[in-house]
């Protein structure tokens, strides 16, 4: 059974950083990619970028090059997200989501945090 | 700015079916496969289609995946109360940098 938990509700002013911890659990850390999926309020989904921890390497959407680092820690088997220079438009829900691929190279986010929800305001 | 496009609602009645369209899927390899998730509001959200026509175990055969040209769909059979959630087509795009990109979402009311 997967489950995996995620840093609570934040609160934090316009131009400061804020950083999202997702514990993983089982095997998702050593075999499968973990993205960032974010969503404002009413809005749809949007995806930030992801890590594959075994490798240690990140890629991020354009839009947050720049702004976001993710990380992960093999000792503690979690994953960081962490974003810098927030402004309100940052005001959201952020998920961790397993990235698995099937035996066709067919990839999909199979599973999702239960979501972190992050206030900017001033 | 989704690169999917989605219709912002659609309604059905109990018993009923419906389908939901994605339209801009690349026909590039890699990037023409399309994945359904469905969020039931104030919760994450959860796997229903992959590559285009799977489902993952759990999920009911109520629930149906197909993709023809640039426009995938999403079918839902015997609609039910709990289907009433919002819908999101997603594919990988590797001709962008944004990676993975998601449909605007679809709100299902039943």
């Known amino acids: 059974q997967v489950h995996w938990v995620q840093s609570g509700a934040e609160m934090k002013k316009p131009g400061s950083s804020f950083k999202v911890s997702c514990k993983t659990s089982g095997d998702s850390f050593s075999r499968h990619g973990i993205a960032w999926v974010r969503q404002a309020p009413g809005q749809g989904l949007e995806y930030m970028g992801g890590?594959?921890?075994?490798?240690?390497?990140?890629n991020y959407a354009q839009k947050f090059q720049g702004r976001v680092t993710m990380t992960a820690d093999k000792s503690t088997k979690t994953v960081y997200m962490d974003l810098r220079r927030v402004t309100s438009e940052d005001t959201a829900v952020y998920y961790c989501?397993?990235?698995?691929?099937?035996?066709?190279?067919?990839?999909?986010?199979?599973?999702w945090g239960q979501g972190t929800r992050v206030t900017v305001s001033s | 700015q989704s690169v999917l496009t989605q219709p912002p609602s659609a309604s059905g009645t109990f018993g009923q079916s419906v389908t939901i369209y994605c339209s801009g899927v690349?026909?590039?390899?890699?990037?023409?496969?399309v994945n359904w998730y469905q969020q039931v509001p104030g919760t994450a959200p959860k796997l229903l289609i992959y590559?285009?026509?799977k489902r993952p175990s759990g999920v009911p055969d109520r629930f149906s995946g197909s993709k023809s040209g640039s426009s995938a769909s999403l079918a839902i059979s015997g609609l039910q109360s709990d289907d009433e959630a919002d819908y999101y087509c997603a594919a990988w795009d590797d001709s962008l940098t944004g990676l993975w990109v998601f449909g605007g979402g679809t709100k299902l009311t039943v």
């Open positions: 690349s026909s590039r390899v890699g990037s023409d496969k």
């Open positions: 989501v397993r990235t698995v691929e099937d035996d066709l190279g067919a990839f999909y986010f199979d599973y």
């Open positions: 590559s285009n026509i």
């Open positions: 890590i594959v921890p075994s490798y240690d390497v990140a």
